[in-house]
């Protein structure tokens, strides 16, 4: 669900900020807001996630169900450093021949969109989590687009190709696998050693007994025992 999150930021970020002209006014806003609700679903979700697996580690019982799912221990490690210094590293340097090669500035976008998007393809197999690795899949496409768009005369709209589509990409999936996270079954929770007990014994289970009742072995050795003082 972290990775989920994290996704969703950056989408919220790429809409809110490529949303501009030549789209209309009215769909710039519209785009903005949805973004933001958007975002503010995911990280609704993503605490709602964390108090489930806080409440069930509290509770020292296992559920029948999935558990929900928390950071695993060693998810911002070595590895997750290494892809996030090779995306700086990538973004930067990047924007920075671009603008050597003189590139329109619309080329910019493109180039962010792929390398986010190797980015999150990146980490899926760090994170072991296939979620964030379909997005990603799809950043990197809508980068290579754009990149492209960017040498034609509709290269004003790599913004809208490059940007708003990536950040819906990246919202639309933490809202997807989100949801299917949260509205997981989480289970029945099993009766109690005790009460289990106390159920076999009234139902006259044969490996339950009183716990005042005396073993049938014990008490033969004891009358046998009586017999022999006798």
Do not use: C
């Amino acid at each position: 669900m972290t990775g989920l999150l994290i996704g969703a930021v950056f989408g919220a970020v790429f809409v809110i900020v490529n949303a501009q002209s030549p789209l209309p006014a009215v769909a710039v806003t519209v785009l903005r807001v949805a973004a933001v609700l958007a975002a503010a679903g995911v990280l609704a979700m993503w605490f709602t996630t964390a108090r489930r697996e806080r409440s069930a580690r509290t509770d020292g019982s296992a559920l029948a169900g999935p558990a929900p799912e928390g950071p695993r221990p060693g998810m911002f490690g070595r590895g997750y450093l290494v892809v996030v210094a090779a995306e700086v590293i990538l973004l930067f340097g990047g924007l920075r021949v671009l603008a050597m090669w003189e590139r329109p500035v619309e080329t910019n976008v493109a180039w962010v969109a792929l390398v986010v998007g190797v980015h999150f393809v990146a980490l899926a197999p760090i994170w072991k989590d296939r979620s964030i690795a379909v997005p990603g899949v799809l950043l990197t496409l809508l980068g290579a687009a754009g990149l492209v768009l960017a040498s034609t005369p509709a290269a004003g709209w790599v913004p809208l190709v490059s940007g708003v589509l990536s950040g819906v990409v990246l919202l639309a999936g933490g809202l997807t696998f989100g949801l299917r996270t949260v509205t997981a079954p989480a289970g029945v929770r099993p009766p109690k050693a005790g009460r289990a007990e106390a159920t076999r014994a009234e139902a006259g289970h044969p490996g339950a007994r009183h716990p005042g009742a005396r073993h049938p072995k014990a008490g033969r050795a004891e009358v046998s025992g009586r017999s022999g003082v006798a």
